[in-house]
């Protein structure tokens, strides 16, 4: 189980926004400027997010935790990387095939990646999802 702190950042309707804090994960000599400056790389990589969630009784500027399984996150991972990929590989496949004569072999592929592509993105941002949950630093 994945943990991270989060304020609720703003209330929209029945879902709200909650901003991810950043952690620092800086060991004690790179915090003094000692050290091989990883922390700078890690830094830079990390930012904080936002994340929509449903607003069961969050107020605005509260203090949250949010807990994520990490097999949720691995399949929304897979599903928003995955159905792209599987799209264009599928996509020039099928237009080289289908193309014929009618179009040169390397141009019906790469409009069929394309349209591959941006059906895979289509479906990815239908089905990428995490489940998440929400309790307040309070309890």
Request: proline residues 2%; aromatic residues 4%; contains cysteine.
């Amino acid at each position: 189980m994945i943990v991270r702190d989060a304020i609720v950042r703003q209330l929209h309707g029945d879902h709200a926004m909650l901003e991810i804090r950043r952690r620092n994960n800086a060991c004690g000599p790179c915090e003094k400027g000692q050290g091989c400056g990883a922390s700078l790389l890690h830094s830079r990589l990390q930012q904080s997010g936002l994340l929509r969630v449903k607003s069961d009784g969050l107020t605005q500027g509260q203090s949250v935790k949010v807990l994520a399984d990490e097999a949720s996150i691995n399949r929304a991972a897979l599903s928003l990387y995955g159905w792209p990929l599987v799209g264009m590989v599928f996509g020039a496949g099928l237009f080289s095939v289908v193309s014929g004569a009618s179009l040169p072999t390397d141009l019906a592929a790469l409009l069929g990646a394309i349209a591959g592509l941006a059906g895979g993105l289509y479906k990815a941002s239908g089905t990428a999802h995490a489940d998440v949950t929400v309790i307040s630093d309070e309890t």
